[in-house]
């Protein structure tokens, strides 16, 4: 059954670098999301895209936050200049229409 | 304002049947999901309701009313596998796909 991946599955970074969090969507799916968990909170939408372009972000999403889809498989997060507030697990989800989205495993980010 | 509202935490016996509900004020409605989550994993899809009614999907079921802003999640014949916490989470409007989540129910089941 096709599924979605992410990599690393852990990243551990000092305040101040730059993160890129790696997905591969489920091949057919045509739309892609950023979601975040900070652990013991609920799961928050950061970004949703469609068509080679963001459809809709989160107030979480800001200017330190970019996506991009550099081929045909890959969707990435971007995140320029982290801050400890970024610690949390990022899943990536996908769907084929507007309907059931389906998650990636997630990558655990802790910033120092 | 968005705001999904679930009950904290539940504890069930084995073999039992428990019904975790959610209620919801969105700006909009597209649909309602039911995810089953396991500590330190990804959410995992159970369910779908966009249309008011019962879903029934094996020892899963759930409910919504649309003009009630509720939802019911039904779990049949627990099993201890089912410890895990249950994330609602609704489809609002527009057509971007943006799930708004609850803070999630965290099921026990013990024997």
């Known amino acids: 059954e096709p599924e979605v991946t992410q990599t690393p599955s852990h990243q551990v970074t000092q305040m101040g670098q730059e993160v890129i969090l790696r997905c591969v969507p489920i091949?057919?799916?045509?739309?892609f999301y950023w979601y975040r968990q900070i652990l013991g909170q609920k799961v928050e939408f950061l970004v949703s895209?469609?068509?080679?372009?963001?459809?809709?972000k989160s107030e979480i999403f800001d200017d330190q936050f970019s996506v991009e889809r550099p081929d045909g498989s890959n969707f990435t997060l971007k995140i320029r200049s982290t801050k400890l507030e970024d610690s949390a697990m990022y899943f990536c989800?996908?769907?084929?229409?507007?309907?059931?989205?389906?998650f990636g495993p997630g990558t655990r980010l802790l910033v120092l | 304002g968005q705001n999904i509202d679930q009950p904290t935490e539940m504890t069930a016996t084995e073999g039992a049947i428990v019904q975790i509900n959610c209620t919801y004020q969105?700006?909009?409605?597209?649909?309602l999901f039911w995810y089953q989550q396991h500590a330190g994993e990804a959410p995992t899809f159970l369910s779908y309701?966009?249309?008011?009614g019962l879903e029934e999907k094996g020892r899963f079921s759930s409910f919504l009313s649309r003009s009630k802003g509720y939802s019911y999640l039904l779990l049949k014949e627990l099993q201890m596998k089912d410890s895990a916490s249950y994330l609602c989470?609704?489809?609002?409007?527009?057509?971007?796909?943006?799930?708004?989540f609850g803070q999630g129910t965290t099921l026990q089941v013990k024997p």
């Open positions: 309701n966009v249309l008011d």
């Open positions: 091949s057919n799916h045509l739309y």
């Open positions: 969105t700006s909009g409605f597209n649909g």
């Open positions: 989800a996908s769907s084929v229409g507007q309907e059931t989205q389906y």
């Open positions: 989470a609704v489809k609002g409007s527009g057509n971007t796909g943006k799930l708004i």
């Open positions: 895209f469609y068509n080679n372009e963001i459809s809709e």
